[in-house]
């Protein structure tokens, strides 16, 4: 069965730092990866995904996040927060449902907090 | 072109009360998901519509959610009765085709049961 771990309920920075957002995934078959973002009174926006091909992955505002098989993670980063950063990141994975589709297994979500 | 719109945004009702959500999804999407995140924990899918045939509603928690699509347009998910433990936000999505590549989420619905 498939599950994410995200690592951290809190990551909080300063404008201009470093973001990292970790992400671990448990998949019996190839994931496909998925990073949603939520802004407050908002829904969820996909931010970038991970099928197949090249590992590194770009996504919306800057942000992207690599997909490393060996240590079954999927972190996102961005190299310098924004103060429009501040919001709640979720890493998700795809689940199999039947021959018809897939349903997405989300990880607690990480709130990110950015400081001026 | 609209996205996935969800209403009412918020709803305040008593336990046992009934209450109906509604999701429109985006035009031509045939698939329509919903899923829910009780506080403080893990947003987890409750069932998927494949035009009006429920493909899968291995999430939905208990026999008090009735999940419809009529049509194959927009879909209602009611609650009855509603308890204590419901409260949450209902998120919907939807996509063209089957799968997670495209997901488009709705705002959501902040139900709180008190």
């Known amino acids: 069965a498939q599950s994410v771990t995200q690592l951290g309920s809190h990551v909080s920075v300063s404008e201009g730092a470093l973001v990292l957002l970790r992400c671990n995934y448990s998949s019996s078959v190839p994931p496909y990866l998925f990073w949603y973002v939520q802004y407050p009174n908002q829904g969820l926006q996909l931010l970038l995904k991970?099928?197949?091909?090249?590992?590194l992955v770009k996504g919306i505002n800057g942000f992207e996040a690599e997909f490393k098989k060996s240590e079954t993670s999927f972190h996102l980063t961005k190299p310098s927060a924004h103060m429009s950063d501040a919001a709640e990141y979720f890493c998700a994975v795809s689940a199999y449902l039947n021959q018809a589709g897939t349903a997405l297994i989300f990880g607690k979500g990480t709130t990110l907090s950015v400081s001026s | 072109e609209a996205g996935v719109t969800q209403f009412p945004s918020h709803s305040v009702i008593e336990k046992g009360q009934t209450v109906t959500l509604r999701c429109d999804p985006i035009s031509g999407h045939d698939n329509l998901y919903w899923y829910r995140r009780v506080m403080g924990k893990e947003i987890k899918f409750l069932l998927h519509f494949v035009k009006e045939s429920k493909q899968d509603e291995s999430g939905m928690p208990n026999n008090r959610f009735l999940a419809e699509r009529t049509g194959g347009t927009y879909s209602t998910l009611k609650v009855q009765p509603a308890e204590l433990e419901d409260s949450g936000v209902y998120f919907c999505?939807?996509?063209?085709?089957?799968?997670?590549?495209?997901?488009?989420f709705g705002s959501g619905t902040r139900l709180t049961v008190v």
């Open positions: 999505a939807s996509s063209q085709r089957p799968g997670s590549y495209g997901y488009t």
């Open positions: 991970y099928t197949t091909g090249a590992t």
